[in-house]
């Protein structure tokens, strides 16, 4: 029996990428966590994941945008189910391998407890045979998936694709649908659905797919090029932003908290997306202006602010903690105007660490509180009223108004003058030298406005949290605003918010939690997994400026564009209307 | 079109230039003085007999290259992936975490069945070669799928990948070694104790020394390998013009796989000496040395690969003796906890002092300014 | 017949009700006071929560805590006929935001009555805000920070919330013990600092100083390590320049085995003690050679006879339950408190609620006063009595010397001092 190419590919892959899953200890510690109470739990979903998806991939073979692959039921199970028995086979000979050792005191995830989930409880012997069983059948069922027609595909996937976001946002939507009869019907006690309730969403998802495909593709059609186009899109932006407004008061608490631990990583994105995104300047210490913002609201307004505690309101405290961060962006900047690129990496990575550890060190403890931080910060006082913490659904507000400010500023920016020199600037810098272009000052202008609108966010931290201490600004903050705005798409406004939602409100953020909470053990392995990944298949983003697209792919992105039939030249078309 | 600038525009330009360069005159010349002032009363703390005793400080010193020369062989790795591939290698200080912790492995497993205290030279031989082993493999394998699909994308994007991989890999190891830090076995008695060579003692302890000497033989056969073999005379072909290289027939893949299995074996070598000295290792070990290391490699210059040696040890000098005698000299309490931070600030003043580095930079045509 | 029955009986209890909300408070038994209250409806649970550094590089101080709360709901039954629920542990990541996070969740559920925790004082400071304003109770195992109750001497702390309460013991006093014991007992007076820049760490060493200057002793210096750091030579040799008796670093493990590991390359240290806190009396660093006849400090362990008066459970007894349920020994100290606090709370619940048939009602004023009243309550950790800042913890600091490697529990029975001194 010859076996397909891909096949003895991806089977393999499969297999170990289960094994890994195993080894770490991501099966039996997701198996807590049921989906489907009580068959299905996320442990199993993710160990199965790999048949399901390698399956699909052995199926579909080469890919090539010029042909329609060939799509047949039969010879897809077929592929996806040798897949999995591979895939199986390795996982089974993994676990015979590793189990007679007793090798706990090396690696203390693989023992007994991680085999008797991987064997369904069944113990190796039994058990074994049934992976690799389950693991044919699940992988059989990704490749006839290839085959099957695309509306039958695409309802599938919508079906899969709700019931999964129910199940895994049980959260959200326990705190949204406040009436315990109704969450009971929908979810077990333990957590996750019953059974019906995945039926139903499945059945029901599926069925208003199919039914609306055609009013939405309409939608989707009439949204693009044309002038009554444009003003279905800007209303229909309109109608978003009227939601996005309106959102906070309908969801409660602890939803609000994400939203505004993602808007704040919002914030500090689009800051970041101006030096990084738009001036080229590859920047590793954002957090720096991050901890000065923060840092300076809580030396002006907390009582407890040592040495000189003026107390000023935070709305009169925010013009000066903005030229603080200026300060702090002209000291960044200027010694890093010379150097290039990647030395402009590690030493703007060196200031963040050192403004972290002097606000941490002894020295400066009379200023800045030094190991036990700085408390009792009062929240935004205007008037009459205080908004801080302790009322999420009125601070997302507060939020949402910097972030619009800081878009707005993005976005003007980047249609001006200094935003054309910016881009100039990261094509060529001396060329740019040679037009004309005062390549100081707009580096400078890169800093400080990234600065100041980092400053923005770190204030807003301050009232929140209502202290500050030292363990919120390191490196790994400013790594994770950079992943957010490449994820989402340099350059991009819209792709900052998509990437902080995603990462920061679904994975969560390297000091608060996301809607996930089980990853929270392998997040930032999933970070490096996600970042890799869009490097090597998308590395403009997920919703790159089309600007940015060109320059990563040139010809590719106009080429693919003009294959798929639809090319929007957003530059282009505003020159025409 | 004239390529003369505007009249309005030049003046501005020259009025910015010299606003900039002066602040960093000033910057340069507020370094010198502070430096001065703390070295100044550091020396007369010495004289009046407070502070740290003669003794004390040639420890002090004598610890400081140690650590510096590890830094130095990590930087080894750093510097040769920039000059050949133009990216910095995030990720390298993962692969020189995986040899210690896997290198941990062997060195348990030997010290369980006595073998470890028997025979401690065979045992540390195999040690380092599991580690050399692991960090090569580690930094092939990375190489392979996450770098050469990449070998013409603008330079942001594979240095976005390797802080992917740098996380990946990390949180592998801590997945399946657990969170916990683990302790490789002591050093052996008589390599702790201090170096004995034909009667004279030394002071400074066997596992200090073994840590510079192995340095420096490896700087040698590295220095070696790079300007008299054929594969080394290919890497730097390929550093210098990849795509000229290759029309001359050296076969640009393997050569960047050679540079790649190099870095990681000299970091698998740093490994095993970061065992013998800190003995404590965990998934974390690979971060601050990681970034340390390609400070070092810039310090030092770029490419160039006495460059990161030096470089590694100047940085080991300044972050371990620098807060002591010149914040200490300063008066500033509690020095110690400000060693990174000096470290960084030694980074920014050599940078602003001799951009290119101590030795100078050595890049390929596509970097070269 | 029945649906008749049924339709009188609600028309009854409908006008009932009109009569009730008419008259104010007359007719109706039960009367939340200003906090509001909570009301456990027939079948329903009584709600508490764990909020401990369940995840990362703390989790082992977090983790033995929620064990150990589990184990005390387990272990206390049934409150007036109703369950009680711990839910999902949550965690507070050890920090501010992450504390004021988990606070969110918890005061987003009506039902929830009182909380566990935290386990890093940090994470105190961002939760106790929100936790308090929504009347709930918190009670912590492993806080220690002085401003979060008081200065011991009357004035409230600086984050001190009404509200929270803590079985563990307040820093300033630790910081008491500990130098007592070195200037009287070692009589010792050079000691030298050594914190790691957490807010516990630094809070201990500052109180230790403070309490050592005014017995008539001398800091030599006073300096911290960064966390993950691992050459410890520089530092080693700044303390050593200042020629200290003893050095005093109530840190981390990590930190600590490299400190102790390479003092001996450092000149200077031969004859200096050392000493250390509960941070480090656990196995990974109790195992090292080195910790030898050091000196740690810390809240009393020997809960061995100490019996728990609302389960009945001995402290041996909680550790074979401990055992023989999750296969291994606690990875922290703090287990007896955070079970007496579990037992502390579910007592108090069953003191002020209210019966009402099969609905029980919980004030929450009324249960904040029960706490707060809380006096010569015996638990694991000895007698409990709270002060009006919420200091609860019995205050037994002991400090041991390590004498047996092999044998951790004996070397932690070593006891050279306790303090109070009785």
């Known amino acids: ?577 | ?369 | 017949m029945k649906n008749k029955r049924s339709l009188r009986f609600l028309a009854v209890l409908g006008v009932f009700s009109l009569v009730a909300a008419a008259c104010g408070d007359g007719g109706v038994e039960f009367e939340a006071g200003e906090l509001g209250a909570v009301t456990v409806e027939a079948g329903e649970d009584i709600q508490i929560r764990s909020l401990n550094a369940i995840s990362g590089e703390v989790a082992f101080l977090g983790i033995p805590n929620e064990r150990a709360v589990r184990m005390a709901v387990d272990d206390y039954g049934q409150i007036h006929g109703h369950d009680v629920s711990v839910g999902t542990g949550l965690d507070d990541l050890c920090s501010a935001e992450g504390g004021q996070q988990a606070a969110q969740t918890i005061v987003s559920d009506d039902e929830v009555v009182g909380v566990i925790g935290t386990s890093c004082s940090g994470a105190a400071e961002g939760a106790m805000p929100l936790i308090s304003e929504d009347g709930l109770v918190m009670i912590s195992a492993s806080n220690t920070a002085p401003n979060l109750t008081s200065d011991l001497e009357g004035t409230a702390g600086s984050s001190y919330f009404e509200g929270y309460y803590r079985t563990a013991h307040n820093d300033l006093f630790q910081g008491q013990a500990a130098a007592n014991f070195v200037y009287n007992n070692l009589n010792l007076t050079q000691v030298a600092l050594i914190h790691d820049g957490d807010p516990y760490t630094n809070g201990l060493t500052t109180a230790f100083e403070n309490a050592f200057e005014e017995l008539g002793g001398t800091i030599v210096l006073h300096t911290a390590v960064a966390r993950e750091q691992t050459d410890m030579v520089p530092v080693l040799t700044e303390v050593a320049a200042e020629g200290p008796e003893l050095i005093f670093m109530p840190i981390f493990p990590a930190e600590a085995t490299f400190l102790v590991q390479q003092a001996g390359d450092v000149e200077g240290l031969e004859n200096v003690e050392w000493m250390g806190a509960d941070g480090i009396s656990v196995e990974n660093f109790m195992n090292l050679p080195e910790s030898e006849n050091m000196y740690f400090s810390g809240p009393d362990t020997q809960f061995a006879s100490n019996t728990n008066e609302s389960t009945d459970l001995s402290g041996d007894q909680f550790l074979a339950d401990y055992e023989s349920e999750f296969g291994e020994a606690p990875s922290a100290d703090f287990w007896g408190h955070a079970y007496d606090a579990t037992t502390m709370l579910l007592e108090a619940i069953e003191e002020v609620g209210v019966v009402d048939g099969d609905v029980l009602h919980i004030d929450r004023l009324a249960l904040r006063e029960a706490l707060t009243a809380i006096t010569g309550y015996s638990g694991l950790i000895g007698e409990i009595s709270c002060d009006e800042f919420g200091d609860c913890g019995s205050s037994v600091i002991s400090i041991f010397q390590h004498n047996n490697l092999a044998d951790h529990q004996a070397s932690k029975a070593n006891i050279l001092y306790t303090y109070p001194e009785s």
Do not use: C
């Open chain 1, 1 to 577: 029996m010859n076996l397909d190419h891909h096949v003895r590919k991806w089977g393999p892959v499969a297999g170990l990428i289960m094994s890994f899953m195993a080894a770490i200890g991501m099966i039996r510690s997701f198996d807590e966590r049921m989906m489907i109470n009580p068959v299905l739990s996320l442990g199993y979903i993710a160990l199965l994941l790999s048949p399901a998806v390698f399956g699909y991939m052995a199926a579909r073979g080469e890919v090539s945008l010029l042909e329609e692959p060939d799509r047949n039921v039969g010879e897809g199970a077929v592929k996806g189910a040798m897949v999995g028995a591979i895939a199986g086979v390795v996982t089974v000979a993994f676990m015979l391998v590793t189990n007679p050792f007793d090798l706990s005191g090396f690696f203390p995830n693989i023992n007994d407890g991680m085999v008797d989930v991987m064997t369904f409880h069944q113990g190796l012997g039994l058990g074994s045979l049934i992976l690799i069983a389950i693991s044919t059948a699940v992988g059989a069922l990704g490749g006839a998936l290839h085959g099957v027609g695309d509306m039958a595909r695409a309802g599938i996937f919508r079906a899969l694709g709700w019931v999964m976001l129910f199940a895994l946002f049980e959260l959200v939507v326990t705190d949204v649908i406040d009436v315990r009869p109704i969450v009971r019907f929908i979810y077990a006690a333990g957590d996750g659905l019953q059974f019906w309730s995945a039926l139903i969403i499945g059945g029901l998802a599926w069925f208003l797919g199919v039914r609306y495909a055609g009013k939405r593709a309409e939608l989707s059609d009439a949204a693009k090029a044309s002038e009554a186009g444009s003003r279905l899109r800007y209303s229909l932006i309109g109608v978003g932003l009227l939601l996005l407004i309106v959102l906070p008061m309908l969801v409660g608490g602890i939803v609000n908290e994400l939203l505004i631990n993602v808007a704040l990583y919002i914030l500090m994105g689009l800051g970041l997306n101006i030096v990084v995104g738009l001036a080229g300047l590859l920047d590793l210490g954002y957090v720096a202006f991050f901890a000065v913002g923060a840092y300076g609201m809580a030396v002006l307004t907390s009582p407890l602010s040592p040495t000189l505690a003026p107390l000023l309101n935070w709305w009169v405290a925010l013009p000066i903690v903005m030229v603080f961060a200026a300060i702090a962006g002209v000291l960044v900047g200027t010694p890093v105007l010379r150097m290039r690129g990647d030395y402009l990496a590690i030493v703007t990575l060196g200031f963040g660490e050192i403004v972290r550890i002097l606000l941490l060190s002894d020295w400066l403890t009379p200023y800045f509180g030094g190991a036990q931080g700085i408390t009792r910060i009062p929240g935004i006082t205007s008037g009459p009223v205080t908004i801080s913490g302790t009322s999420p659904e009125l601070f997302i507000y507060m939020t949402m108004i910097f972030v619009a400010i800081a878009a707005y500023v993005s976005y003007r920016a980047q249609n001006s003058r200094i935003g054309r020199a910016w881009a100039a600037m990261r094509e060529d810098e001396d060329v740019a030298e040679a037009v004309g272009i005062s390549t100081v000052q707009a580096k400078l202008l890169a800093f400080v406005t990234g600065a100041i609108i980092a400053s923005f966010a770190g204030a807003l931290f301050s009232a929140k949290v209502g202290t500050v201490f030292t363990n919120s600004f390191d490196v790994l903050v400013s790594i994770i605003i950079l992943v957010v705005v490449i994820v989402g798409g340099m350059g991009s406004i819209r792709g900052v918010a998509l990437g902080a939602l995603m990462l920061i409100g679904i994975l969560g953020g390297p000091k608060s939690q996301g809607l996930l909470t089980e990853f929270a053990e392998f997040k930032l392995l999933i970070y490096g997994a996600i970042l890799v990944y869009m490097m090597l298949k998308r590395p403009e983003g997920l919703l790159p400026s089309v600007r940015r697209s060109r320059e990563l792919h040139g010809a590719e992105a106009e080429q693919d564009a003009w294959l798929k039939g639809d090319l929007i030249d957003e530059d282009a078309e505003e020159a025409i209307t």
């Open chain 2, 1 to 369: 079109m004239s390529t003369e600038l505007a009249p309005e525009v030049a003046k501005t330009r020259r009025f910015k230039f010299n606003w900039v360069d002066s602040f960093l005159w000033f910057v340069r010349v507020a370094a010198i003085i502070a430096i001065t002032v703390g070295i100044v009363g550091s020396f007369q703390n010495f004289a009046a007999g407070e502070g740290p005793s003669a003794v004390a400080w040639r420890d002090l010193i004598i610890s400081s290259i140690s650590t510096g020369s590890m830094y130095g062989l990590i930087a080894l790795g750093y510097s040769m992936v920039y000059g050949v591939l133009g990216f910095i290698n995030f990720a390298h200080g993962e692969v020189f975490m995986s040899g210690t912790m896997v290198g941990l492995i062997s060195a348990t497993l030997l010290f369980n069945n006595g073998f470890w205290e028997s025979n401690p030279i065979i045992s540390i031989i195999v040690v380092l070669l599991v580690a050399m082993i692991t960090s090569t493999l580690v930094a092939i394998v990375i190489e392979r799928v996450a770098y050469r699909p990449l070998r013409g994308a603008p330079r942001l994007i594979p240095l976005i990948t390797s802080i992917g991989v740098s996380f990946f890999v990390q949180y592998t190891f801590a997945g399946l070694f657990g969170v916990a830090i683990r302790q490789y076995p002591p050093s052996p008695p008589r390599l702790a104790a201090d170096l004995t060579i034909f009667g004279t003692t030394f002071p400074i302890s066997g596992t200090r020394s073994l840590v510079i000497g192995v340095a420096l033989v490896s700087m040698i056969g590295l220095w070696y390998f790079v300007t008299k073999t054929k594969t080394g005379s290919a890497m730097r072909a390929v550093a210098e013009d990849k795509e000229i290289a290759g029309l001359m027939g050296i076969d640009v893949d393997k050569t960047i796989v050679t540079t790649f299995a190099v870095g990681g074996a000299m970091a698998g070598v740093a490994g095993l000496m970061w065992a013998l000295l800190f003995r404590g290792v965990d998934f974390l070990t690979g971060f601050l040395p990681g970034i340390k290391a390609f400070t070092a490699a810039v310090l030092g210059g770029i490419g160039n690969l006495p460059g990161a040696m030096l470089g590694g040890v100047v940085l080991g000098l300044f972050e371990g003796v620098g807060p002591l005698l010149v914040l200490g000299g300063l008066g500033i309490p509690g020095v110690s906890q400000l060693k990174d931070a000096v470290a960084f600030a030694a980074l920014v003043l050599v940078l602003i002092f001799r951009p290119t580095g101590l030795l100078g930079e050595r890049l390929g045509s596509e970097d070269r300014v």
